[in-house]
């Protein structure tokens, strides 16, 4: 392709808005252009690139024996009134009505529609296990776009369904994906992790998110250091096996504490440390009030509380609402003399508190010397907080390290949470009627195509590896108005892709440094530059992922290439 008749305009300039680098090198390097906030147009260099990333995941899909299907964008309501989301999914979800008043959602994801597919289809065992996947542009109305393509309204995405007729055939098919996207993104060469999760919206359970490590990441990731160990810091469970002080119980007292509401404030205020205080925090558990108490140096995890209460909406309590139950403000509260229709539970580590801290439910007031079990109350102990650096690793091998991270895919088991709602059903080997057991998968391509570039770039610009590198080499002509140049320029475009290269030819008439700076942007892995030893049918190549270079006889320009694209990851 000839760069004087490509579009791919470069900008000299970052963007105002683009925060995130992979925001910035996009827009600058000419891959895509912003049309309205999280809404993208992908350019000729970004449609390449998406191809290639598009090309490996199919060829994964296909390699686990998947089939590739196309459904519309456009849904009707009923079928996720069917399976109960169209209430719960929330603001996110697109909705429209046509001409007619008959009411649509712009696809966010697929589970409703390929399940009205199969179950009309698919009637016995004998068309089981079977696995559909797509490709397309999925939509949803985030309230705050960002980040570029990491973050937007409108992207590419492959998801995938899995059907199958017992728990066992549901394992085989998560553990072939779960594989399958791991080469997916090694291929990408992308450095990632794959994670513990929370479903979320989707519903069911058993689910990993695949992180793409990244200080742009929006997601904190607690890993191991000594081993494979990684989850959603939401999601990773904490064990520890506390021990309780062996100090007399004191009397317990009330004290008083004005205007001291903070964990930080009570410590410094009663000279006690984080570890002695219990945390009492108000939620509401679909409409039901809870009161959990964690230690005062730990922070209560919503998700592990939302899913040890089995719940579907979990809050934390309104001011009001903590004033209307409990009587205070918040601040001021604790697990003692509390209404009998208030529910409590409590982390792990406040079993072992002797002579703690707690609010006394009454505004400036505390309990010092408070016992569990003598003074007050709990429902179960369970864990449900967060998990911190340093904790041991739940597997027991080394301690918790975080970083942050960029879910570039997800895959869950979702059972028959929605074959049972929308009556997808199979007769079994015994001729018994069995709800169809599936499960989820997907992978952001666009984010894919965002994620490579936050891990692979340099001042100068973005570093593509050789599996995603929009054109295989990057031809440099200096100066196309000496004829030497231009002459060697046009005889080695037609031998580079004679030779099956694929070749981006900057023929353009501009100035060397402009041709460098866009070239170095752009970041194919191979530049062959034309310059003054073009008469003696000399060229330099450079590796822009090392940046090293060499000048090369052309005689010997097949030979080194193939040597270089060996070394290019």
Not at 12 to 18: F, G, H, M, Y
Not at 94 to 105: G, I, K, L, V
Not at 203 to 225: N, P, Q, R, W
Not at 434 to 445: D, H, L, Q, R, T
Request: glycine share 6%.
């Amino acid at each position: 392709m000839r760069q004087s008749h490509f579009y791919s305009p470069t900008l000299r300039e970052v963007p105002a808005d683009a925060d995130a680098k992979s925001h910035q090198l996009l827009l600058r390097a000419g891959f895509i252009r912003q049309n309205v906030s999280g809404i993208y147009s992908f350019l000729p260099l970004g449609k390449r690139v998406l191809r290639k990333i598009e090309t490996i995941v199919r060829e994964e899909m296909d390699g686990i024996g998947s089939q590739e299907v196309l459904m519309p964008a456009l849904q009707p309501s009923e079928l996720w009134e069917e399976s109960g989301r169209w209430h719960t999914y929330g603001p996110e979800l697109m909705r429209m009505n046509d001409r007619h008043d008959r009411t649509f959602a712009l696809g966010a994801t697929h589970e409703e529609l390929i399940t009205s597919l199969v179950r009309d289809e698919v009637k016995s065992y004998k068309k089981l296990p079977m696995v559909l996947y797509q490709i397309q542009t999925k939509y949803r109305d985030e309230k705050r776009p960002r980040f570029g393509l990491l973050r937007g309204r409108e992207f590419i995405m492959k998801d995938a369904y899995s059907f199958d007729a017992d728990q066992e055939g549901l394992d085989n098919s998560y553990n072939n994906m779960f594989n399958a996207y791991k080469n997916v993104f090694s291929r990408c060469g992308l450095n990632f992790r794959a994670v513990l999760a929370d479903s979320g919206a989707m519903g069911g359970k058993d689910t990993h998110e695949f992180m793409v490590l990244a200080d742009i990441g929006e997601d904190t990731i607690a890993y191991s250091s000594g081993s494979e160990f990684a989850a959603n810091v939401e999601m990773a469970p904490v064990k520890i096996n506390y021990s309780k002080m062996d100090t007399a119980l004191q009397n317990k007292e009330i004290v008083q504490t004005e205007n001291i509401k903070s964990i930080n404030e009570v410590t410094e205020y009663l000279d006690v440390s984080a570890s002695e205080c219990i945390k009492s925090l108000l939620w509401i558990a679909d409409d039901q009030p809870v009161l959990v108490l964690v230690r005062g140096d730990h922070e209560i995890n919503d998700i592990k509380v939302k899913n040890v209460l089995s719940s579907q909406v979990i809050e934390l309590a309104t001011e009001e609402q903590t004033r209307e139950i409990l009587g205070c403000e918040v601040g001021f509260i604790g697990p003692i003399m509390i209404p009998d229709q208030v529910r409590v539970i409590a982390d792990n580590a406040v079993q072992f508190i002797v002579n703690g801290v707690c609010g006394a439910n009454e505004r400036d007031k505390h309990f010092i010397n408070v016992n569990p079990e003598r003074d007050f109350q709990v429902e179960f102990y369970e864990d449900l907080r967060f998990i911190t650096e340093g904790d041991p690793s739940p597997d027991g091998k080394g301690n918790i390290v975080f970083a942050k991270g960029i879910e570039v895919g997800h895959v869950f088991k979702l059972g028959t949470r929605y074959s049972e709602s929308m009556n997808a059903q199979f007769l079994d080997k015994n001729g018994k009627s069995s709800s169809i057991i599936m499960g989820s998968y997907g992978i952001g391509v666009s984010r894919t195509l965002a994620a490579v570039v936050e891990q692979m770039h340099d001042e100068n610009g973005i570093l593509w590896p050789s599996t995603l590198t929009p054109f295989d080499l990057h031809l440099i002509c200096v100066n196309p108005k000496k004829d030497d140049q231009s002459a060697l320029g046009e005889r080695l475009y037609d031998q580079l892709k004679t030779d099956r290269w694929d070749v981006l030819y900057d023929d353009r008439k501009e100035r060397a440094g402009v041709k460098f700076t866009d070239a170095d942007l752009i970041g194919i892995p191979i530049q062959i530059i034309i310059g003054k030893r073009a008469d003696e049918e000399i060229v330099e190549v450079k590796n822009r992922q090392t940046g090293n270079k060499a000048e090369v006889s052309v005689s010997d320009l097949k030979q080194f290439l193939s040597n270089l694209q060996t070394e290019i990851r």
